[in-house]
T-cell receptor, first 110, second 111 residues
């Protein structure tokens, strides 16, 4: 099993560009999450999903959108990237308690 | 919402010493408290967790204690080794399977 995978691993964007980060899990987990990690700020929840077709806002949702069209995939979109969105993004999945994290995507917005 | 405070932000110990990281939480409804270890360039990985109906849990060199009355919980690592060097995060969950994380502690174990 691959666990949780994220694509891409690295990306550089210019201000105003858009992109989509893809998260995939092969553990049949119901719950999926997107976090951002900034120095000294820990992990902050952006959006999450409690099942296929559902999404909910986390602590820092502004500037991001998500979709969960298939149970195994959770997409994070940036419609108009801003330098403040420079961060490392982690996806996680869970069946209820322990969250399993992907390897992360390092995004730089110039 | 939940607020989790974690201390210290950095901790340096000598190999073989013990390390203690402390966290406090604000929501008395929180009932699940995991600890994650993050190595450089990787995603966080669960190392131990505790539920609100238990006061202490041990797994080899790692232990976690919980004081519900004071709303704080701690991670104890004994006989530290260089491979324990990493960033450690505490977290609390009060429902809907979401976690609120502390800001992390960078542990450095010197040989």
């Amino acid at each position: 099993n691959a666990g949780v995978t994220q694509t891409p691993k690295f990306r550089v964007l210019k201000t105003g560009q858009s992109m989509t980060l893809l998260c995939a899990q092969d553990m049949n987990h119901e719950y999926m999450y997107w976090y951002r990690q900034d120095p000294g700020m820990g992990l902050r929840l952006i959006h999450y999903s409690v099942g296929e077709g559902t999404t909910a806002k986390g602590e820092v949702p502004d500037g991001y959108n998500v979709s969960r069209l298939k149970k195994q995939n959770f997409l994070l979109g940036l419609e108009s990237a801003a330098p403040s969105q420079t961060s490392v993004y982690f996806c996680a999945s869970s069946s209820g308690n322990e969250q399993f994290f992907g390897p992360g995507t390092r995004l730089t917005v110039l | 919402g939940e607020n989790v405070e974690q201390h210290p932000s950095t901790l340096s110990v000598q190999e073989g010493d013990s390390a203690v990281i402390k966290c406090t939480y604000s929501d008395s409804a929180s009932n699940y408290f995991p600890w994650y270890k993050q190595e450089l360039g990787k995603g966080p990985q669960l190392i131990i967790d505790i539920r609100s109906n238990v006061g202490e849990k041990k797994d080899q060199r790692i232990a976690v204690t919980l004081n519900k009355t004071a709303k704080h919980f701690s991670l104890h690592i004994t006989e530290t080794q260089p491979e324990d060097s990493a960033v450690y995060f505490c977290a609390a969950s009060s429902g809907y399977s979401t976690l609120t994380f502390g800001k992390g502690t960078m542990l450095l174990v010197s040989p």
